[in-house]
């Protein structure tokens, strides 16, 4: 197992409250945020600020806590994709313009292009921010377990650095919000997990994902002084986020970043 992460993190509470992680506010260039499930239109189970059309909420909820969270980022466009616990990343690059419209399906994005914001939604997966201040290049990960399962973490690191020539120890990383080592319990571990998932193992069949998202950004070379863990179970804290193991039918909260 390799060094431990800080976890430092502010909160912003208007117009919607979401937390920054300071890491990554350190950069001029970024703008980010976790957005909590307050702040929006849509009422119970998916109150209030859901950002899914796929959970059951009306449509018309969704599309106006979308407006809110582009105008809290002032982005010029809000991008997501439809995740399916896979390894499919989409590339924004400001240099191929027919690689602009996003795919229906995939659980990563890339870009270099200034004010697109890049949102995954979430409700007990991780949100990964992945920035390189140097060559001004962010992406945002959905990683669940089945993505730490694949090293979707890993893939988007060698897109990164094929694509836009990042460098692993220049980037800056922050997990979010999302299950911790209290409840993310698998009782088919030995069926679903690979062998090395065995040292983060914390109990009978209770697992730190974030530490195994750590490990697999510190294996591509990420510095660990410069990895964030924002240390905040989604299933403990149901009051300010959504999840699935705690609720079930509810809504995701989303974490997004751009580049100005």
């Given amino acids: 197992m390799l060094m431990p992460v800080s976890h430092s993190l502010s909160a912003v509470n208007y117009p919607a409250p979401h937390l920054q992680y300071q890491n990554l506010s350190h950069y001029h260039q970024l703008i980010h945020g ?16 859901n950002t899914s059309y796929d959970v059951g909420d009306l449509p018309e909820s969704v599309t106006a806590n979308l407006r809110v969270i582009k105008r809290v980022m002032d982005a010029d466009r ?17 240099d191929a313009a027919e690689e602009f419209m996003p795919p229906s399906q995939a ?12 949102m995954i939604k979430q409700a007990d997966c991780q949100g990964v921010i992945l920035f390189d201040p140097l ?10 377990w089945r993505g730490n399962v694949q090293n979707i973490l890993g893939k988007v690191i060698r897109l990164m650095q094929q694509l836009f020539g990042c460098r692993g120890e220049n980037l800056v990383a922050a997990i979010g919000p999302s299950l911790g080592p209290c409840c993310a319990e698998f009782t088919t571990h030995r069926e ?30 990420v510095n660990p002084n410069n990895i964030t ?10 009051d300010r986020f959504f999840s699935y193991r705690g609720e ?13």
């Fill in 107 to 118: 659980d990563a994005m890339i870009t270099n292009v200034p004010r697109v914001a890049l």
């Fill in 135 to 144: 060559e001004n290049v962010v992406a945002n990960v959905h990683c669940g």
């Fill in 248 to 260: 079930r039918v509810t809504g995701r909260f989303g974490t997004v970043a751009m580049l100005k």
């Fill in 192 to 221: 679903i997990f690979p062998e090395y998932f065995e040292d983060f193992r914390v109990g009978e069949s209770h697992f730190d994902l974030w530490a195994v998202s750590s490990h697999q950004l510190q294996t591509e070379g």
């Fill in 34 to 49: 976790t957005f909590t499930r307050h702040g929006g239109t849509s009422r119970a189970p998916y109150d209030t600020l």
């Fill in 229 to 238: 863990i924002s240390e905040i179970c989604t299933r403990c804290h149901t």
């Fill in 78 to 94: 809000l991008f997501f994709t439809r995740q399916i616990h896979g390894t499919g990343v989409l590339v924004l690059r400001s």
